[in-house]
């Protein structure tokens, strides 16, 4: 049976190359809690980052120099990256926080520009199972940890595992958007309805809403067919989170339904959401081409005027304040070849999956924002190599749905 035709499994060549992914990218899905809490591991982490990138960069000449084909979505992510270094080193000057973020996003995204090319299968089931292995720990940490694994001085002890509770869904939608490929193309799921049932918990136990809404809202498009509708596709979902952003973000248009939210317990401020834009917004205005850099914690915090406001907690903002209007730019760039290429194989199963994720992090990019974020930018750069996904991961299970009706 061809690889076009055949269902996810692994065979004894997917096994080895799913392991050599496993491998490679490890290092670079760091949890929160072993810079914090366990320091001599950390250096291991470090470590195999070094190794690792290494590995990869030989691996990227070989293969540059034996095909001579790199992808548009390759190139746009390597000028925003550069542009980003460019801009902290101007700012900051040599920062080894900033450096170790745009290498990880880098070597972790060339692994999957190369390996999609012939072995798409391979890495989704190698991101697929970094994200589950981690998830699964996170979630016996939560367990036996309720009230909080560690505090930082900024946060509180709402950080477990993989760190602070709104950091869940940059593990939690990219995974549960490759498990549900998985399952339309072998025809179970039960590891889609384990792991979502795990994701839900994990959300509700960390009390945050905005995470609560992204797993209620893959939930609902998931299980009730949704998905499968002519208008779930990548441009709906883009216009949407564009329409969210000048309504809430500049407009504040939520301001008309503060009845609904005092009866809920809350506020249209978003937790002083709406206080941290407005000091993003006249700091941007202050250096609106190139912004400044990547900033401590501390900082930031002492810019938003918020003792917890240590982002913009917006990602459009983050992005522009940190690197003005050219990075804004070049993030859009990014941003449309991975909409254009999940449009155009809209009809493709993998396509429609990864959308999932997209609806998650449009809706919790609203509310927050990350710079160089690894499982976020991998699973982006999944949607950019879409095209590959549809060549080569088939919808058994949508086949089977078809020959009983």
Known sequence: MSEEKSPINRTEEERGLILWIVLALFPFFHPGYVSVCVPWLDALYNAGKVISALAVAVLCVKTFLADREISGAAISLIAMELWMMADVLAHQGLQGRAIQGVASVLVVCAVIEIGTRRHARAVVRAMLLLDEALIGIH??????????????????????????????????????????MVARSSGRRLRFDLLLA??????????????????????????????KTRGFHSVTLAGAGLAAFVAIVLLRLQGVFEPVFTLLGRKSTFTGRTLIWDRTMEAIAASPLVGYGLQEEAVRAQV???????????????????????????????????????YRHR???????????????????????EINNV???????????????????????????????
Request: hydrophobic letters at 55%; a neutral charge.
């Open 139 to 180: 979630a016996v940490t939560m367990l036996a940890f309720p009230g909080g694994l560690y505090g930082t001085p900024l946060q509180g002890m709402n950080n477990w595992f993989l760190g602070y509770r709104n950091s869940f869904i940059f593990y939690f939608a990219p995974a549960l958007s490759l498990e549900f």
């Open 198 to 227: 795990v994701c839900l918990i994990a959300m509700a136990m960390g009390g945050s809403a905005t995470g609560c809404i992204c797993m209620a809202l893959l939930a609902v498009l998931a299980l009730t067919g949704l998905w």
């Open 304 to 342: 938003n005027q918020l003792s917890g406001g240590i982002t913009a907690h917006n990602f459009l903002l983050e992005q522009t304040y940190c690197f003005g209007a050219i990075g804004l730019l070049l993030l859009g760039v990014f941003l449309l070849i991975a909409i254009a290429v999940l």
């Open 347 to 369: 009809a493709a199963m993998p396509s429609r999956a990864l959308c999932l994720g997209l609806a998650c992090f449009l809706t919790v990019m609203l509310m927050e924002g």
């Open 375 to 405: 499982p976020m930018y991998s699973f982006l750069f999944l949607c950019c190599r879409a095209d590959r996904l549809a060549l080569r991961i088939p919808d058994a299970a949508g086949s089977r749905e078809r020959e009983q009706r």
